[in-house]
Antibody, heavy 123, light 109 residues
Framework: QIYLQESGPGLVKPSETLSLTCSVS?????????WGWIRQSPGKGLEWIGS???????YYNPSLKSRVTISLDTSKNQFSLRLTSVTAADTAVYYC????????????????WGQGILVTVSS | QSVLTQPTSVSGTPGQRVTIFCSGS????????VYWYQQFPGKAPKLLIQ???QRPSGVPDRFSGSKSGTSASLAISGVRSEDEADYYC??????????FGGGTKLTVL
C-alpha cells in the first residue's frame, strides 16, 4: 500500500502560480511508477494534468503544457505541481496519484491516489 | 468535450445487469489499454478495472470489463445500492497523454 498526501494553499489569486506538493509514504519515488496529478473541477469529470518519472521523462496534458511543471524531490520523497497564470477555470480538487506502466510503457492506470485538495482561484 | 465518450447517466434496479459504454478512436482505445474508475461523492477515484478486463485485488467479480475495437464497456451484474457512484473510463492517447471519459453517474433505483 502506497500513501499519498497533497498539501498546499487552498486559495490562489488569479494570475498567480498554484503550487502543490504530494508526500509519498511506504514507497520510494525512485521505484517503478510515474508520479502524476489529476484534477476535478466542481461537479465535473477528471482531467489528467501530467506525470513524471524519476529518470526525468515527463508527459503533460497538451492543453495545460505551457503552464505546468511537475518535479520530483527525491530527498523528501515528494513531488510537486506548479501551474502558472491561474484563472477561475483552474479551481478544482487536485489529486496526486501513481501512474503505472506496462512493459515500461506508460498507461492510464492510476493505482494509488491522495485524498485530494481543493484549490480555489479567487481574488 | 471529453476525448472518450460516456453516457452521462445510467440506472438500474437492484439485481439488474447494467452496462456503461466508453467510445473512443484508433488513437486511444483502439491502441491502448483501458482502465475504469469508481468514484463516490467527496472521495478519490478507485481503480476498478485494469488492462481492459482485469479486476484488481478486492474488486467484486460482479464488475467486469471488455473492449472491442475503439469501444470499451464496464458491466455490473447484480447491481447493488452501494454501487451507486460515478464511473470513468481512461486510456492513453497517441498524443502522449492520458484521457478520461466524461463520467457516468449510476443510479440504483
Amino acid at each position: 500500500q502506497i500513501y499519498l498526501q497533497e498539501s498546499g494553499p487552498g486559495l490562489v489569486k488569479p494570475s498567480e502560480t498554484l503550487s502543490l506538493t504530494c508526500s509519498v509514504s511506504a514507497y520510494s519515488i525512485y521505484d517503478g511508477y510515474y508520479w502524476g496529478w489529476i484534477r476535478q473541477s466542481p461537479g465535473k469529470g477528471l482531467e489528467w494534468i501530467g506525470s513524471v518519472f524519476h529518470s526525468g521523462t515527463n508527459y503533460y496534458n497538451p492543453s495545460l503544457k505551457s503552464r505546468v511543471t511537475i518535479s520530483l524531490d527525491t530527498s523528501k520523497n515528494q513531488f510537486s505541481l506548479r501551474l502558472t497564470s491561474v484563472t477561475a477555470a483552474d479551481t478544482a480538487v487536485y489529486y496526486c496519484a501513481t501512474q503505472d506502466t506496462v512493459r515500461y510503457i506508460i498507461t492510464a492506470s492510476f493505482d494509488y491516489w491522495g485524498q485530494g485538495i481543493l484549490v480555489t482561484v479567487s481574488s | 468535450q471529453s476525448v472518450l465518450t460516456q453516457p452521462t447517466s445510467v440506472s438500474g434496479t437492484p439485481g439488474q445487469r447494467v452496462t456503461i459504454f466508453c467510445s473512443g478512436s484508433s488513437s486511444n482505445i483502439g491502441n491502448s489499454l483501458v482502465y475504469w474508475y469508481q468514484q463516490f461523492p467527496g472521495k478519490a477515484p478507485k481503480l476498478l478495472i485494469q488492462r481492459d478486463y482485469q479486476r484488481p485485488s478486492g474488486v467484486p467479480d460482479r464488475f467486469s470489463g471488455s473492449k472491442s475495437g475503439t469501444s470499451a464497456s464496464l458491466a455490473i451484474s447484480g447491481v447493488r445500492s452501494e454501487d451507486e457512484a460515478d464511473y470513468y473510463c481512461a486510456t492513453w492517447d497517441d498524443n502522449l497523454n492520458s484521457v478520461f471519459g466524461g463520467g457516468t453517474k449510476l443510479t440504483v433505483l
